[in-house]
C-alpha cells in the first residue's frame, strides 16, 4: 500500500488542522490499522497515535490526548487526524504509516508493527 499525507499548514496557538492519510495500491486500509508519527528538527520520530483496522479502537501519547483524534473512512481508502487546540510544540513533519499485517489490532507505536509509510506533511505552530 502506498501511503500520502497531506492537509499540514501554519497556524497559531490554539489552532486547528486536520491531516488526511490516503491510500492507493493493491491493498487498502479496510483491513490496515494506521498510525500517526511526526518529527520535529533535531528530534527523534515520535509515535503520536494510531487506529486499528476496524477504526473502532484508538491510542493516543500522552501529550495529544484531548487534543487530536484519529478516525479512519475506509470507503475513501483514508485516515484523518484532527488536531485542535495546537501548540508550539506539535510543529513538526506528520507522517502517516500502515500496519504491516491484516486485521492488526491497536499498536502503542512499535516500529516493527508498521510497513508503508507516506511523505510527510508540514506542522508549524507559531504567533
Known amino acids: 500500500v502506498q501511503l500520502q499525507a497531506s492537509g499540514g499548514g501554519s497556524v497559531q496557538p490554539g489552532g486547528s488542522l486536520r491531516l488526511s492519510c490516503a491510500a492507493s495500491?493493491?491493498?487498502?486500509?479496510?483491513?490496515?490499522?494506521v498510525g500517526w508519527f511526526r518529527q520535529a528538527p533535531g528530534n527523534e520520530r515520535e509515535f503520536v497515535a494510531d487506529?486499528?483496522?476496524?477504526?473502532?479502537?484508538?491510542y493516543y501519547i500522552d501529550s495529544v490526548k484531548g487534543r487530536f483524534s484519529v478516525s479512519k473512512d475506509s470507503s475513501k481508502n483514508t485516515v484523518y487526524l484532527q488536531m485542535t487546540g495546537l501548540k508550539p510544540e506539535d510543529t513538526a513533519v506528520y507522517y502517516c504509516a500502515a500496519h504491516k499485517e491484516d486485521f492488526g489490532s491497536i499498536s502503542p507505536g512499535r516500529t516493527a508493527d508498521f510497513g508503508s509509510w507516506g511523505q510527510g506533511t508540514q506542522v508549524t505552530v507559531s504567533s
Open positions: 495500491g493493491e491493498r487498502t486500509l479496510r483491513l490496515l490499522g
Open positions: 487506529i486499528d483496522w476496524t477504526g473502532g479502537h484508538t
